[in-house]
């Protein structure tokens, strides 16, 4: 691991839990790395889980809300000028924008655990004005089940928490496949839920 990841891990570690809420705001490293570092310092009793659980996702979902309120008043060009500057590229909007289309509202939710998308979907539902509380909501609650994978895991692996991204992924792998599988449902519930269009033609 780079001495820069190491240095602004370290400034983070020095603010505790306000360390891994802004860790995850600003995203200057992947959140795998923030929140496996988190669970490393639970096992040293640095901090507690349930501390670094309410952190992670408080930072997290700001993060997420940083990008829905970009979407909401800037809209793609705002993104497409400024998005470097925030790790953004043009291809991650492209494909979140694919996938909020295809999957709808529910995509917020499945897509945080799908790779490039992931960082990106909150700006489409900005875009497409979603609901700010269903947003949120959809949010917090897939937050939560991340936060604590990666606090878990980063606990586990005590100092060889720095390899957090590659013993994920067998675990990940299977809930990317469910998320995809999820969204997939979701739409064709939604759609069965629409009221079929009745055309009525006018007689002569």
């Known amino acids: ?28 490293i992947p959140s795998e790395l923030v929140l496996g570092f988190g669970g490393y310092l639970i096992g040293t009793g640095a901090i507690n889980f349930w501390g670094a659980l309410l952190a992670g996702i408080i ?18 060009p705002f993104l497409l000028k400024y998005g470097k500057y925030i790790f953004i590229k043009e291809t991650q909007i492209d494909a ?13 939710f499945t897509a945080r655990f799908i790779p ?14 979603m609901s700010f509380v269903k ?7 897939a937050m939560i089940p991340w936060t604590i994978l990666f606090l878990l895991l980063g606990n586990m692996l005590g100092e060889n928490w720095s390899q957090i991204k590659h013993i994920a992924q067998p675990i990940i792998l299977p809930i ?13 519930w939604k759609r069965k ?7 009525v033609s006018k007689r002569k």
Request: aromatic share 16%; no cysteine; glycine share 12%.
């Open 176 to 188: 990317i496949i469910v998320a995809v599988i999820g969204a997939m449902i979701y739409t064709i």
């Open 96 to 108: 979140a924008e694919q996938w909020f289309e295809k999957y709808g509202v529910g995509v917020v």
């Open 116 to 129: 490039i998308v992931r960082h990106a979907i909150s700006i489409p539902a900005g875009i497409a004005k």
């Open 1 to 28: 691991m780079s001495n820069f990841i190491m240095n602004i891990l370290t400034f983070f570690q020095e603010m505790g839990y306000l360390g891994i809420a802004l860790g995850l705001m600003i995203e200057i």
């Open 193 to 199: 839920q629409e009221p079929p269009i009745v055309i």
């Open 59 to 76: 930072g997290g979902t700001f993060a997420q809300l940083f990008l829905y309120w970009a979407g909401y008043f800037g809209g793609r």
């Open 135 to 141: 947003f949120t909501v959809y949010t917090i609650a």
